[in-house]
C-alpha cells in the first residue's frame, strides 16, 4: 500500500473514532452518566489534536467505567447506529450524491446496499433518481426561518423547484447554481455575529478540506468559506455536515476546468460558460439538494440561536 492509501485509511479511521465517540457522548448524557460525562467531554475536545494512539489510548483507559454505566445493548444500538451513519457517508463521498439532508432509514437501507455490493455509478444515480420522486422534490421544504430577511427568495426557490417538475433542467439547475453563492452569503449576513471562532477547530476544518492550515482563517471570504465558517459552528452531527461541506468545496465550487467532473453540478463553471452538460435531471437534482443543504442549515442554526426569540445567543 503506497503512502496516499496509508494516510487515506488513516483519516477515514479517524473519521470513524471521531463519529463514534460522539455518539457514545450523546448516550452517556441522554442517560445521566454523572462522573464520566465530564471525562468524556474533556476526551472530545482533545480528539483532534491528539495522536491517533494517544486518543485510543484514553479510550482504553476509560473503556471500563463506560461499560459499568452502559448496558450492553445501548452500546450495541449505538455502535450499530453510528456504523450505519459512516457507511452511508462514505457510500455519498464515493458515488457523489449530495444526500446529507436525508435522513430516512429506508432510504439509506438501499444505498447502503448498493454501495456494499459496489454496484456501478449508473446503478446508483439511476436509483437515487428513481427515489427521489417529483412528490418527494415537491414536498422540499424550501423557507427559510427569520422570514423578515429571507422571504425574497421564496419566488426563486419555487422557480427553481417548478422548473425541475417541468424538466427544464438547464433552467432549474443553472437558476440553483446562480441562488446558492446568494444563498449562502445571506446565511453568513444573519448569523455571523453568533458565531464562535475557533481557529483550533478552522485549521482541522481546512485540514479535512484538504487546504492550508490558515485558508479558512483568511479575511479574504468567499462563499464557500463562509459555509465552512457556518459549519464550524455545528455542535451535533459534525461529521455528516464536513462531509457535506467536503462536496460543495471539490465539486460545486470548483475552477479546476481540466480535472472537473462533468457529472456534477459545479457553480463556477457554469456561471462562467466552461459547463454546457448540465441540462440533465441528475444535474438538477444534485443542485436543488445542495439548496436543500444550505436550507437545512439555516435551520439548524435558527433553532441554536433561537432567532428572533428571547434567547438569541449572545450574552446582553
Request: a negative charge.
Amino acid at each position: 500500500m503506497d503512502e496516499d492509501n496509508k494516510k487515506k485509511n488513516s483519516n477515514i479511521k479517524m473519521d470513524g473514532v471521531v463519529e463514534a465517540l460522539s455518539i457514545v457522548s450523546e448516550a452517556t448524557k441522554k442517560i445521566d452518566v454523572d462522573s464520566y460525562t465530564n471525562n468524556i467531554s474533556s476526551t472530545l475536545s482533545k480528539v483532534f489534536d491528539d495522536d491517533f494512539w494517544k486518543t485510543i489510548d484514553v479510550i482504553n483507559r476509560n473503556f471500563d467505567s463506560i461499560i459499568k454505566k452502559l448496558s450492553i445493548s445501548a452500546m450495541a444500538d449505538d455502535m450499530k447506529d453510528m456504523w450505519i451513519t459512516c457507511s452511508y457517508l462514505m457510500a455519498l463521498k464515493d458515488y457523489k450524491w449530495p444526500l446529507y439532508s436525508l435522513n430516512d432509514s429506508d432510504f439509506i437501507d438501499v444505498i447502503l446496499d448498493l454501495s456494499e455490493k459496489r454496484v456501478s455509478q449508473n446503478v446508483m444515480d439511476e436509483t437515487v433518481i428513481a427515489i427521489l420522486t417529483n412528490d418527494y422534490i415537491k414536498n422540499l421544504n424550501f423557507k427559510f426561518n427569520y422570514q423578515n430577511e429571507s422571504r425574497n427568495w421564496s419566488p426563486i426557490l419555487d422557480e427553481i423547484i417548478i422548473s425541475y417538475l417541468h424538466g427544464l433542467y438547464f433552467s432549474s439547475t443553472s437558476l440553483s447554481m446562480c441562488a446558492i453563492s446568494g444563498l449562502i452569503n445571506d446565511l453568513f449576513t444573519k448569523y455571523d455575529d453568533y458565531l464562535e471562532e475557533n481557529k483550533e477547530n478552522l485549521n482541522i476544518l481546512a485540514d479535512f478540506l484538504e487546504l492550508s492550515n490558515n485558508d479558512l482563517n483568511s479575511k479574504n471570504k468567499d462563499e464557500k468559506r463562509k459555509l465552512a465558517l457556518i459549519v464550524n459552528d455545528i455542535d451535533i452531527g459534525y461529521f455528516r455536515w464536513q462531509n457535506a461541506l467536503y462536496y460543495i468545496f471539490k465539486d460545486v465550487y470548483t475552477s479546476k476546468t481540466k480535472n472537473y467532473d462533468s457529472n456534477q453540478p459545479c457553480r463556477n463553471l457554469i456561471c462562467h460558460g466552461n459547463q454546457i452538460n448540465y441540462g440533465t435531471k441528475e444535474h438538477a437534482l444534485k443542485a436543488i439538494l445542495c439548496i436543500d443543504i444550505v436550507i437545512w442549515l439555516d435551520n439548524y442554526m435558527y433553532e441554536k440561536y433561537k432567532m428572533g426569540g428571547i434567547d438569541n445567543g449572545q450574552q446582553n
